[in-house]
């Protein structure tokens, strides 16, 4: 793994979205983050995020996020502005990063915003590191690195929690990579 400090402020994010492909006309619809400084979780941002398009049946079984639940939510332009100001200049990371990197580019386009953030994947480094495991889906390599109690009271596949999962999986990725 490359070398990072605990002194730097990373954003962890996760989005739960329309469907699959940004390329499609697919959409974020919930947005979850949290800021990781000197090793701890200091900040967050949740959103869910009405953006009047049609969110694909498969996509909202997973999720589990349905029109009802978007009403009266803000729209994207407001949430995707207040996230870029968030995340500033910081290191981003998420769980299958180019997924998430594709839909945030996307709507930062939208929005005649940048995106140059430095960034990381927990899948890819799980797949380098825990080649052990015969699935690195977020859920599984919680269990490996956290223990079995990681993913308790926790709604997976729900955008904050996945980041704050996520955010814990990266802490204790950092932490073998420190020690070892």
């Not at 999720?63 to 995340?87: D, N, W």
């Not at 910081?90 to 930062?108: G, K, T």
């Not at 380098?128 to 859920?139: G, I, P, V």
């Not at 109690?149 to 596949?157: E, K, P, V």
Request: proline share 3%.
């Amino acid at each position: 793994m490359q070398s990072h400090t605990l002194s730097q402020r990373y954003i962890v994010f996760d989005f739960e979205t329309t469907g699959l492909s940004p390329k499609n006309g697919d959409r974020v619809i919930e947005i979850g983050a949290v800021a990781i400084e000197k090793g701890r979780l200091t900040d967050e941002f949740h959103s869910l995020i009405n953006t009047e398009k049609e969110i694909h049946w498969a996509a909202q079984r997973v999720h589990g996020i349905g029109p009802e639940m978007l009403k009266g939510q803000p729209a994207a332009t407001r949430i995707f502005k207040e996230f870029h100001s968030f995340i500033a200049a910081d290191h981003l990371i998420a769980h299958n990063a180019a997924f998430d990197l594709r839909f945030l580019e996307s709507e930062f386009a939208r929005l005649d915003l940048t995106l140059n953030n430095p960034h990381h994947c927990t899948l890819k480094l799980s797949r380098l590191h825990n080649r052990e495991l015969s699935s690195h889906k977020l859920e599984n390599v919680a269990r490996h690195l956290l223990g079995p109690a990681a993913i308790t009271d926790l709604s997976l596949h729900r955008a904050l929690d996945d980041a704050k999962l996520t955010a814990k999986v990266w802490l204790k990725m950092m932490q073998i990579e420190i020690s070892g």
